[in-house]
Nanobody, 132 residues
Framework: QLQLVESGGGLVQSGGSLRLSCAPSGYISDYYAIGWFRQAPGKEREGVSCISSPGSRTNYADSVKGRFTISRDNAKNTVFLQMNSLKPEDTAVYYC?????????????????????????WGNGTLVTVSS
Protein backbone atom coordinates (compact mmCIF):
# COMPACT_ATOMS: atom_id res chain seq x y z
CA GLN A 1 0.00 0.00 0.00
CA LEU A 2 1.40 3.34 -1.05
CA GLN A 3 2.18 5.68 1.84
CA LEU A 4 2.56 9.43 1.78
CA VAL A 5 4.77 11.02 4.40
CA GLU A 6 4.40 14.68 5.24
CA SER A 7 7.01 16.74 7.03
CA GLY A 8 7.87 20.36 7.71
CA GLY A 9 5.08 21.40 10.02
CA GLY A 10 5.72 23.35 13.19
CA LEU A 11 5.09 26.53 15.12
CA VAL A 12 5.65 29.85 13.38
CA GLN A 13 4.72 33.44 14.08
CA SER A 14 2.21 35.30 11.98
CA GLY A 15 3.90 36.53 8.81
CA GLY A 16 6.42 33.72 8.85
CA SER A 17 7.05 30.89 6.41
CA LEU A 18 7.15 27.12 6.39
CA ARG A 19 7.78 24.56 3.69
CA LEU A 20 5.91 21.29 3.81
CA SER A 21 7.13 18.18 2.03
CA CYS A 22 5.21 15.17 0.82
CA ALA A 23 7.15 12.06 -0.13
CA PRO A 24 5.40 9.00 -1.54
CA SER A 25 6.84 5.67 -0.40
CA GLY A 26 6.82 4.33 -3.92
CA TYR A 27 5.52 4.58 -7.44
CA ILE A 28 2.16 6.30 -7.74
CA SER A 29 1.36 6.17 -11.43
CA ASP A 30 2.55 7.61 -14.73
CA TYR A 31 -0.32 10.09 -14.36
CA TYR A 32 -1.37 11.47 -11.02
CA ALA A 33 -2.17 14.52 -8.98
CA ILE A 34 -0.98 15.32 -5.47
CA GLY A 35 -2.88 17.71 -3.31
CA TRP A 36 -2.49 19.43 0.02
CA PHE A 37 -5.50 19.60 2.28
CA ARG A 38 -5.93 21.00 5.76
CA GLN A 39 -8.27 20.62 8.66
CA ALA A 40 -8.51 23.17 11.42
CA PRO A 41 -10.01 22.30 14.82
CA GLY A 42 -13.77 22.12 14.58
CA LYS A 43 -13.80 22.65 10.83
CA GLU A 44 -14.17 20.45 7.79
CA ARG A 45 -11.19 19.45 5.74
CA GLU A 46 -10.55 21.76 2.81
CA GLY A 47 -8.40 21.61 -0.28
CA VAL A 48 -5.42 23.95 -0.30
CA SER A 49 -3.52 23.24 -3.48
CA CYS A 50 -2.99 20.58 -6.12
CA ILE A 51 -0.38 19.73 -8.73
CA SER A 52 -0.48 17.27 -11.60
CA SER A 53 2.16 15.00 -13.03
CA PRO A 54 3.07 15.26 -15.80
CA GLY A 55 2.39 18.83 -16.75
CA SER A 56 2.53 20.48 -13.31
CA ARG A 57 -0.88 22.08 -13.61
CA THR A 58 -1.76 23.66 -10.30
CA ASN A 59 -4.68 25.05 -8.41
CA TYR A 60 -5.03 26.97 -5.16
CA ALA A 61 -7.76 27.78 -2.71
CA ASP A 62 -8.67 31.45 -2.82
CA SER A 63 -7.58 31.83 0.80
CA VAL A 64 -3.95 30.94 -0.02
CA LYS A 65 -3.48 32.38 -3.50
CA GLY A 66 -0.45 34.61 -3.65
CA ARG A 67 0.93 33.22 -0.40
CA PHE A 68 1.37 29.47 -0.98
CA THR A 69 3.22 27.78 -3.82
CA ILE A 70 3.04 24.10 -4.69
CA SER A 71 5.89 22.49 -6.60
CA ARG A 72 7.25 19.11 -7.55
CA ASP A 73 10.83 17.80 -7.53
CA ASN A 74 10.86 14.72 -9.69
CA ALA A 75 14.43 13.81 -8.80
CA LYS A 76 13.49 13.68 -5.13
CA ASN A 77 10.01 12.31 -5.81
CA THR A 78 8.70 14.96 -3.48
CA VAL A 79 5.99 17.59 -3.58
CA PHE A 80 6.46 20.81 -1.64
CA LEU A 81 4.09 23.43 -0.31
CA GLN A 82 5.87 26.70 0.34
CA MET A 83 3.77 28.75 2.71
CA ASN A 84 4.60 32.44 3.12
CA SER A 85 2.89 35.27 4.98
CA LEU A 86 1.26 32.77 7.28
CA LYS A 87 -1.77 33.83 9.26
CA PRO A 88 -3.27 32.40 12.45
CA GLU A 89 -6.19 31.14 10.35
CA ASP A 90 -3.74 28.89 8.48
CA THR A 91 -3.37 26.83 11.66
CA ALA A 92 -4.41 23.27 10.86
CA VAL A 93 -3.25 19.74 10.29
CA TYR A 94 -2.01 19.61 6.72
CA TYR A 95 -2.39 16.41 4.74
CA CYS A 96 -1.06 15.41 1.39
CA UNK A 97 -2.97 13.00 -0.79
CA UNK A 98 -2.53 11.38 -4.19
CA UNK A 99 -4.94 10.52 -6.95
CA UNK A 100 -4.07 8.10 -9.72
CA UNK A 101 -5.26 8.67 -13.27
CA UNK A 102 -5.54 5.78 -15.72
CA UNK A 103 -4.39 7.77 -18.72
CA UNK A 104 -2.80 11.03 -19.76
CA UNK A 105 -6.02 11.94 -21.53
CA UNK A 106 -7.96 11.34 -18.36
CA UNK A 107 -5.71 13.71 -16.48
CA UNK A 108 -5.70 16.37 -19.17
CA UNK A 109 -9.47 16.52 -19.62
CA UNK A 110 -9.97 16.98 -15.89
CA UNK A 111 -10.61 20.58 -14.99
CA UNK A 112 -7.84 22.17 -12.93
CA UNK A 113 -10.15 22.65 -9.98
CA UNK A 114 -11.20 19.00 -10.07
CA UNK A 115 -7.78 17.34 -10.30
CA UNK A 116 -7.62 16.64 -6.58
CA UNK A 117 -11.04 15.18 -5.87
CA UNK A 118 -11.68 11.66 -4.61
CA UNK A 119 -8.10 11.01 -3.61
CA UNK A 120 -6.75 7.46 -3.49
CA UNK A 121 -4.04 7.74 -0.84
CA TRP A 122 -3.59 9.95 2.21
CA GLY A 123 -0.77 10.82 4.56
CA ASN A 124 -1.12 11.09 8.32
CA GLY A 125 -0.75 14.84 8.39
CA THR A 126 1.60 17.43 9.83
CA LEU A 127 0.55 20.15 12.25
CA VAL A 128 1.06 23.79 11.36
CA THR A 129 0.48 26.31 14.12
CA VAL A 130 0.65 30.03 13.42
CA SER A 131 0.77 32.26 16.47
CA SER A 132 -0.51 35.83 16.41
Amino acid sequence: QLQLVESGGGLVQSGGSLRLSCAPSGYISDYYAIGWFRQAPGKEREGVSCISSPGSRTNYADSVKGRFTISRDNAKNTVFLQMNSLKPEDTAVYYCAAKRYRSLAGLYITDNQAMCRDMDFWGNGTLVTVSS
